[in-house]
């Protein structure tokens, strides 16, 4: 055997080891991106499942409390007697914020308006939860603004007295 076709053996025993390696590394990476698939899955944050847990509801208690305590000090202006129910608050959302930031990488705010409270990204773009004021609250600063239950219940009393009237005979007004 000459020494060109002994280079020439070496050189394709190496083209079949390079080929070989080149297979290996692709089932290495498609097992890598299945892997990586299913960790996604795991970590993507299910809201209304997350909301469901125990530490969810909490976490809403928590944000519920906190708005509530903040609304009752405007009204009130007792602050004093807020300030331990609003520092437990704060204290209690930072450890929850931390926790989702680090299991699920997303990072929360607190925030509210007169229509809302309730948890969003930075640009309002993602909402963890979302808590309409005007659905959920019977407390009235003013006394001329009513609510949406205000205005059913005087409408179902309505309907009632014009269905009494009707069976009475009297003239409906």
């Given at each position: 055997?000459?020494?060109?076709?002994?280079?020439?053996?070496?050189?394709?025993?190496?083209?079949?080891?390079?080929?070989?390696?080149?297979?290996?590394?692709?089932?290495l990476?498609?097992?890598?991106?299945?892997?990586?698939?299913?960790?996604?899955?795991?970590?993507?944050?299910?809201?209304?499942?997350?909301?469901?847990?125990?530490?969810?509801?909490?976490?809403?208690?928590?944000i519920?409390?906190?708005?509530?305590?903040?609304?009752?000090?405007?009204?009130?202006?007792?602050?004093?007697?807020?300030?331990?129910?609003?520092?437990?608050?704060?204290?209690?959302?930072?450890v929850?914020?931390?926790?989702?930031?680090?299991?699920?990488?997303?990072?929360?705010?607190?925030?509210?308006?007169?229509?809302?409270?309730?948890?969003?990204?930075?640009?309002?773009?993602?909402w963890?939860?979302?808590?309409?004021?005007?659905?959920?609250?019977?407390?009235?600063?003013?006394p001329?603004?009513?609510?949406?239950?205000?205005?059913?219940?005087?409408?179902?009393?309505?309907?009632?007295?014009?269905?009494?009237?009707?069976?009475?005979?009297?003239?409906?007004?």
């Amino acid at each position: 055997m000459t020494e060109i076709e002994y280079l020439l053996g070496e050189k394709e025993l190496l083209e079949e080891s390079i080929r070989a390696s080149r297979r290996h590394c692709k089932q290495l990476l498609e097992k890598w991106q299945c892997v990586n698939n299913i960790l996604e899955d795991h970590t993507k944050l299910n809201k209304e499942e997350f909301l469901n847990t125990e530490f969810g509801g909490e976490l809403e208690y928590t944000i519920t409390t906190w708005d509530q305590t903040l609304e009752k000090d405007s009204q009130t202006g007792e602050g004093k007697e807020n300030i331990k129910t609003l520092a437990w608050c704060q204290a209690r959302w930072e450890v929850y914020r931390m926790a989702i930031k680090h299991f699920y990488g997303v990072e929360y705010y607190f925030t509210r308006t007169d229509e809302y409270y309730g948890l969003c990204t930075e640009d309002e773009s993602d909402w963890l939860m979302k808590v309409e004021r005007g659905l959920t609250s019977c407390n009235m600063t003013d006394p001329d603004t009513k609510t949406n239950i205000d205005r059913a219940v005087e409408a179902v009393i309505h309907l009632s007295q014009e269905c009494l009237s009707k069976l009475r005979g009297e003239d409906c007004k």
